[in-house]
């Protein structure tokens, strides 16, 4: 009986032993930090199409867990891997296995900002815009051709650049193709509010051309508060049916962005982006033309200037003129201050040697 008493106690307390070691191990499994020890809080990606091991792989190899045994177990437990959820995580210092499960399973998704500004070709846009999600730039590209295809909205392969509105868009790292270009086309729709829309109709132009002339006003002028002027310009002269004869348009013409200065054999190029020899504006844009230069053109200057050179003292501003003689005259004074600036920059460049 002493003996029966005595096993029975072993037992007991080795069971004891046993379960409070399980419950310890189990309470560290949830609740210790095991995520980003004494690390900083960090993004943790999800690529589309990531297997469970790929997963755990990569928060091992990124040093993200710190003993990958209890968060597998956790997460085996928890279905994790049954609910892979492509994306962009962000894991905390210090979380626990649980915590940072629940953040992975639970669809947290932090949003990526997009940016894109100064594009010069649709070409150019599809590296910016899928830089930083899980979109490659060949299916934007094939989803792209898809809406220029389908849209009702007057979109074409010359035109669509005027659709993306440049700014800083958040959207999620798993965003698939179709719904990317979707939110573009929806972020274009609201920017066009009733009130831009009536100002487009005010001075004859749809949204797609005040963008294309944007893009023009854009590539003539830096300066902000001469953009009405240039817009107002050019409006007069699509009124009057001259032709724009905007210089930037032969470059994106020669598709040479190196040229400094337009010559006469530019002008002879044959391309409906040659405003010297097509009246009317261009079939798309020469460039992604920012807010303030599409509400320049909304909110065009109101004169009657047909002609504008740049100014003789080199501010990036321009002198506008009513009539060729007072353009011509401008022009002459502007080849003066030139050529005095250049045989400066010669004598310069002949003291140094």
Known sequence: MAEFKKVKMIVFLVGSTLLITFVFYFYQILYTPNILVDTSDRLFVIKSG??????????????????????????RLKNFDRKIQPGRYLLRRDMTNLQAIDALMGGRREAVSITFTNVRLLSDLADRITKDIGVTEKE?????????????????????LCMFIPNTY????????????????NEYKRFWTADRKAKAEAIGLS????????????????????????????LNRLKKKIPLQADPTLVYAAGDFTIKRVLDKHKEIDSPYNTYKNAGL?????????IANIDAVLNAAQHDFLYMCAREDFSGYHNFARTLREHNQNAA????????EQRKGAALRARKK
Do not use: C, W
């Not at 849209?151 to 669509?160: A, I, L, P």
């Open 207 to 234: 949204s797609i051309e005040v963008s294309i002339l944007a893009s023009i006003v854009q590539a003539e002028t830096i300066k902000g508060d001469e953009a009405p002027i240039v817009a107002g310009l050019y």
């Open 140 to 160: 934007f590209q094939e989803s792209l051709d898809d809406f220029i295809r389908t849209n009702d909205q007057g979109f074409t392969r010359e035109n669509v």
């Open 50 to 75: 990531s297997t469970y091991r790929q997963v755990l792989s990569d928060l091992h190899e990124q040093r993200f867990v710190n003993d990958m045994v209890s968060f597998g177990f956790l997460a």
């Open 170 to 185: 958040e959207v999620y790292f798993n965003v698939v193709p179709q719904e990317l270009v979707a939110r573009m086309n």
């Open 282 to 290: 261009p079939p798309g844009p020469i460039n992604m033309p920012s």
């Open 333 to 340: 004074r502007y080849q003066r201050a030139l050529t005095i």
